[in-house]
């Protein structure tokens, strides 16, 4: 997955403090999206919802785009070739569609729905992702995790993983990363998280037991969505603080509801994020750049792809200054 804007923000997200500790009953943040281009012939366009000025971070997780359906005829679909990742995790998850992956480990993968892709760019890696002929319609999310401190040089990695459904409560339920409804995800994380995909039945009730020391975040689809004290549109995001042990869900639309549930508990450092790469600082950054431009083996090649890597934006001309995470209301 790739940041493909040309004047990508530059931040330092992070970290988690006493002040973040919630108090009292759980109050839902609605984050609202903004639109990006992810790049290809025509721009296909996608909602990220994080990174964001009122929240940087949701456990490990520290971006999220949101697109589609999208009629990949009018579009162009996805067409994002060979980038670079450092110091993180990517996550693919698609509702419709087919996106074919290629990585500088050799893997070479199709993302379908159902399915979920995990990539680790510790010290680094590059991939492509392009959606495939048969495609008519593209939907789907793509995440990215960021790894600790002590994991950031990280070797390459690649992991395929389709998860069982589960039913409760008048929902389907597919569990891909963590552990939900007596459901565990075998794929390997470096900070403990959960990732489900949610279809709730309409002006069903859901409530799940989670992880209290867990915060979380449920991003919308499709359909209203009332989490707790908010009622949530498609592409917006609640985030609910830790602390709290159950999350009850509310269809108020008159057809199923679609919804990707986040969580993990506080995650404690400080990253900077700039394009596709994170580090803990400046100079990672620049040295990161520097190595993508100049070809280095820190990436790798991609062998037999038809086309051209995608180059780096210039970096903006100032140090990067930090963005902490708000105190929890």
């Known amino acids: 997955m790739s940041n493909a804007e040309t004047g990508p923000a530059a931040l330092r997200c992070g970290a988690f403090t006493e002040r ?43 971006f999220a785009d949101h697109y589609g359906p999208h009629d990949v005829a009018a579009s162009g679909g996805m067409d994002v070739p060979p980038h670079p990742h450092t110091g993180l995790q990517t996550v693919s998850w698609l509702f419709s569609g087919e996106v074919e992956h290629r990585d500088t480990l050799g893997s070479h993968a199709l993302i379908r729905p159902g399915e979920m892709n995990l990539m680790t760019g510790g010290r680094g890696i590059a991939h492509s992702e392009v959606s495939t002929a048969n495609t008519t319609v593209l939907h789907g999310v793509q995440l990215w995790v960021a790894l600790p401190g002590e994991h950031r040089d990280a070797a390459r990695d690649f992991q395929h993983y389709v998860p069982e459904l589960a039913q409760a409560d008048g929902a389907e339920i597919r569990v891909f990363l963590g552990s939900l409804l007596g459901r565990t995800s075998p794929v390997r994380t470096f900070t403990p998280l959960l990732g489900a995909e949610i279809v709730i039945e ?62 993990g508990p506080p995650f404690r450092e400080e990253i900077v994020m700039w394009w596709n790469f994170i580090g803990r600082s400046h100079e990672d950054i620049v040295k990161a750049r520097e190595d993508w431009e100049a070809s280095s083996d820190r990436f790798g090649v991609i062998e037999n792809f038809p086309g051209g890597r995608l180059p780096a934006p210039a970096l903006p001309n100032a140090v990067i200054t930090p963005r902490r995470n708000p105190p929890a209301v």
């Open 20 to 62: 973040d500790r919630p108090a009292g009953s759980p109050h839902v943040d609605v984050l609202s999206a903004r639109e990006v281009p992810l790049g290809g012939p025509r721009a296909l366009r996608v909602r990220r919802t994080l990174p964001q000025r009122k929240r940087t971070l949701i456990g490990a997780w520290c």
């Open 202 to 263: 309409p002006h069903a009730t859901l409530t799940l037991a989670v992880d209290a020391t867990f915060e979380h975040g449920l991003l919308v689809d499709t359909g209203d969505v009332r989490l707790i004290d908010a009622v949530l549109r498609p592409a917006e995001l609640g985030y609910v603080p830790r602390g709290s042990a159950t999350l009850t869900m509310v269809n108020e639309a008159d057809a199923p509801a679609r919804a990707v549930l986040l969580g």
